[in-house]
């Protein structure tokens, strides 16, 4: 393996469990926050957007947000990335 190999992106999206949604409002609307984009940065850290579609429902555009600082929600990223690198550490090449 080439350690000099560059790779641009490492990001996941994981489904937030029903019982860990919110709401937030933008622009007058209010979205129900239903999936997590966590991507791991160059130095180690991860950092995630949460996205999710409007509760009135409609064509409204999938709108990312800022994730809160909840201890649920860092546990859930956390097993999230753990549970992702332990898949691609396993992967089998291509099928």
């Known amino acids: 393996m080439s350690s000099d190999l560059e790779v641009s992106a490492l990001a996941i999206n994981v489904t937030i469990p029903q019982e860990l949604r919110w709401t937030d409002t933008r622009r007058g609307e209010e979205f129900m926050l239903s999936t997590l984009n966590v991507?791991?940065?160059?130095?180690?850290?991860l950092a995630t957007k949460a996205y999710g579609r409007p509760v009135a429902g409609g064509r409204g555009a999938y709108?990312?947000?800022?994730?809160p600082d909840r201890p649920e929600l860092a546990a859930l990223i956390a097993d999230a990335a753990s549970r992702?690198?332990?898949l691609w550490a396993a992967?089998?090449?291509l099928g």
């Not at 991507?39 to 850290?45: A, M, N, S, T, V």
């Not at 709108?63 to 994730?67: A, E, G, Q, R, Y």
């Open 91 to 93: 992967h089998r090449g």
């Open 63 to 67: 709108v990312s947000f800022p994730v």
């Open 39 to 45: 991507r791991l940065l160059p130095d180690g850290h």
């Open 84 to 86: 992702a690198g332990a």
